[in-house]
């Protein structure tokens, strides 16, 4: 399913022990940041340059939904959302801490190019299509996370109005929904694979 993307929405700490694995605070309401559109990529057994020299770069598998129609107040994400797929929030994780430390942007550490490749979509009739599955993430034919919409701390209708209240919300955006526990630094030539229950979804190489 083709989606023409837009915006590039997401959210952070949105799985409860994966917060706790990093040493953060759960939050108390949705933490949303952006990625530029051309931080997407496709995720179809391609090799990714990342950048290097700056540390480690971590991976982050997370659901992604796509915005079909502009969201109207008392909208439903059932009928605000079109289309699923699954993808990485890539970070440069020794970038971000020192960003966080000195409280500036994540950009640096989150927005690289290739830093949110993503698999093919999938079209999404109804939000309990999401809950029949785990999605998982394989990384040299071992699964290094699990996760589940239901384990997410905010639900996804709660993540579609909240970023449209604040935001906007438009055909062709994109959600990353969070990443489970799990993340960890990646290395040259690592293989990655993505599931969603028994059935891959996308894989890529790193250069």
Known sequence: ???EIRNVYCVGRNYKLHAEE????????????????????????ATLELPQGQGDIHFE????????RKYEPGMSADTCLNAFAFGIDFTLRDVQSVLKKKGHPWTAAKGFKSSAPVTPFLPLEKLDMLEQQDFSLLKNGQEVQRGHVKDMIFSIQHIVEYIA????LGEGDIIF????????PTASR???EL??????QGSFTIA
């Open 177 to 184: 929904t969070g990443t489970p526990a799990g993340v960890g």
């Open 195 to 200: 599931f969603w229950g028994s059935e891959r």
């Open 61 to 68: 598998t997370e659901l992604v939904v796509a915005v079909g």
């Open 1 to 3: 399913m083709n989606v």
């Open 165 to 168: 209240t604040h935001y906007g």
């Open 190 to 192: 690592d293989r990655f």
């Open 22 to 45: 990093l040493g953060n605070e759960v939050p108390a309401e949705p933490m949303i940041f952006l990625k530029p559109s051309h931080a997407v990529v496709p995720l179809d057994g």
